[in-house]
Nanobody, 122 residues
Framework: VQLQASGGGLVQAGNSLKVSCTAS????????VGWFRQAPGKEREFVAA????????SYADSTKDRFRISKDSAKNTVNLQMNSLQPEDTAVYYC????????????????WGQGTLVTVSS
């Protein structure tokens, strides 16, 4: 499956942005779709994930109060709404898919998109 992340851009601190993930096939009920990010010079880290079937959600501690992950079944899309953005949120945001639960480990996600750059200015 090919994934496409979109919606990145330049925003000022305190503002909001939504990034979206679409796929080359329909998401299955057994899929979990995760969002990860990689800041310059840092390792890729988990942001949030959602189970396509059932909608179980998990968040990183650093984003759970400001970010919201959701699915749009009609559009076959997983969205990440990011609020109160801060400069430290600047990163390339990737979506990924695995079969199973919406877990945090990047090593368990098999398919990855190319990422979309989010830049937050102070």
């Amino acid at each position: 499956v090919q994934l496409q992340a979109s919606g990145g851009g330049l925003v000022q601190a305190g503002n909001s942005l939504k990034v979206s993930c679409t796929a080359s096939r329909r998401f299955f009920s057994s899929d979990a779709v995760g969002w990860f990010r990689q800041a310059p010079g840092k390792e890729r880290e988990f942001v949030a994930a959602i189970a396509w079937g059932g909608g179980r959600i998990s968040y990183a501690d650093s984003t759970k109060d400001r970010f919201r992950i959701s699915k749009d079944s009609a559009k076959n899309t997983v969205n990440l709404q990011m609020n109160s953005l801060q400069p430290e949120d600047t990163a390339v945001y990737y979506c990924a898919v695995r079969t199973g639960s919406p877990i945090r480990s990047i090593y368990d996600y098999k398919y990855w998109g190319q990422g979309t750059l989010v830049t937050v200015s102070s």
